[in-house]
């Protein structure tokens, strides 16, 4: 698997239970809402750990890679705006639509989660551009394809969607709620 | 998030292994964001002695106390193995092969976790043990003090 993208990384290697939540804990409340931590431990029990701690944390464990005895766990912090679900965009569809449109083949999927969540499931097809590179990524978008964007909850895609249809993209939908509950096809990078 | 959590420990045994895993404990549930007590009674002051050579003034059975009992968490007994202090020795030496914290460390550790550290005032006094004998940072309290913190815990656990 190649390389994942993290916005910080806490070295936990060589560290004993409970030292390598101790230091997730401490670590992550320095960091950014939204932004993607990666910790890596050798403790084998930290997989178990991190898993566990960050659910009850409300934070997302996206999953961890092992290298050699090198276990690397990405987490990403919670955001408490993503957890209200609120979206405005109008033009909307649901997962199940988003399938049907895949299998009549007409739809561009825009992944616009971090490129971390993407490395561990993401719908196959579909093109990674975290939210904050839709700037800078946004011309290698065809104005003539219909362009379905994808979240994990249907909060980022609907501004991802707003910024889209603003630069002049007529065929947005936002599929809500995304990724949280995909249950279709899901490949991994 | 819903309301804090409580881990409450109450720290009886003054053994070194059964110390390490209240301490353990008491770590991982701090990082859980719980807010979390540990109780040190009897021989679980031990491992809140400082090393150090202190003179408060004693009655000669306190002293006699202060004399016998280990002087801090780096000199406690093994539960089992203690083999004349053999046991201690070689268990932190496989401990450092292991990265596996010493304890004196998991205590600094809590206290930097805003761990409540509570010494109970009546064995303290049974046993002849004076506040500037213990670790600077412990609260003084009674059975009441972890009743208050213990009442509503998650975990509430007797080492």
Known sequence: ?189 | MSEQKKTNIILFSGDYDRAMAAYIIANGAAAYDHKVTIFHTFWGLNALRKDEKLRPSKTFMEKMFGKMMPKGAENLPLSKMQYAGMGPKMIKNVMKKHNAMPLDDLISMAQEQDITLLACTMTMDLLGLKEEELLEGIELGGVAAYIADGEDGAINLFI
């Open chain 1, 1 to 189: 698997m190649a390389e994942i993208k993290s916005d910080h990384i806490l070295d936990a290697k060589g560290m004993a239970c409970p030292m390598p939540i101790v230091k997730t804990k401490k670590e992550i409340e320095s960091i950014e809402a939204g932004k993607v931590l990666l910790v890596e431990a050798t403790d084998p029990g930290s997989k178990a750990d991190i898993k566990a701690w960050a659910e009850r944390a409300g934070h997302q464990y996206l999953g961890t890679n092992e290298e050699g005895d090198t276990l690397k766990h990405y987490i990403r912090k919670a955001s408490e705006e993503e957890a209200e679900g609120e979206t405005s965009f109008e033009n909307v569809v649901n997962n199940d639509e988003l399938k049907q449109k895949l299998s009549d083949g007409v739809a561009t999927v825009i992944d616009v989660r971090e490129s971390a969540e993407y490395a561990f499931g993401h719908i196959p097809g579909a093109k990674s551009i975290p939210l904050g590179e839709l700037d800078s990524k946004i011309d290698e978008l065809n104005n003539e394809d219909d362009i379905y964007v994808v979240c994990r909850t249907g909060n980022r895609s609907d501004l991802a969607a707003k910024k889209l249809s603003e630069k002049g993209y007529k065929n947005v939908t936002n599929v809500v709620p995304g990724m949280s509950e995909w249950d279709g096809d899901v490949e991994k990078a």
